[in-house]
C-alpha cells in the first residue's frame, strides 16, 4: 500500500462493496493527511474517534454525508446506535494490564 498507491488502488476497485468509490476518494481515503494535523502521516495516523474531537466529528458526521450525499454509496445515514463504542471499552478493560496504552481522554483517566 505505502509503495505502490495506483496498485493498491486498482485493487481496492476490484473488491465490490468498494468498486463505486471513485479514484480520487480511495486515494485521499488512504494517502492524504488529515486536516486535523497535516504534520501526522496518513499511513501512521489511527485513532479512537471518541477520545479525538474532529475525528469524532469527522466520523460520525462528515463522512457520513460525504458518502450518503455526494458517493451515493451508501443508501441512508447511519443511525447514532452504529457508533457505540462498547466492544472498543471492553477490549480496553480486558487488554489495559497487558499493554503500555491509554486510549482514554484524559480527562477519563
Not at 6 to 29: K, N, S, V
Amino acid at each position: 500500500m505505502a509503495t505502490d498507491p495506483e496498485r493498491t488502488i486498482d485493487l481496492i476497485q476490484q473488491e465490490g462493496q468498494l468498486r463505486d468509490y471513485t479514484r480520487d476518494t480511495l486515494y485521499a481515503t488512504l494517502y492524504e493527511n488529515l486536516e486535523i494535523n497535516p504534520e501526522v502521516e496518513r499511513m501512521l495516523f489511527y485513532t479512537d474517534f471518541e477520545a479525538v474531537e474532529d475525528a469524532q466529528r469527522l466520523m460520525r458526521e462528515e463522512a457520513p454525508e460525504f458518502l450518503y450525499e455526494s458517493q451515493e454509496a451508501i443508501p441512508q445515514l447511519p443511525a447514532e446506535e452504529r457508533y457505540r463504542a462498547d466492544v472498543l471499552h471492553e477490549a480496553i478493560s480486558e487488554l489495559e494490564d497487558d499493554v503500555d496504552w491509554d486510549p482514554l481522554r484524559e480527562e477519563e483517566r
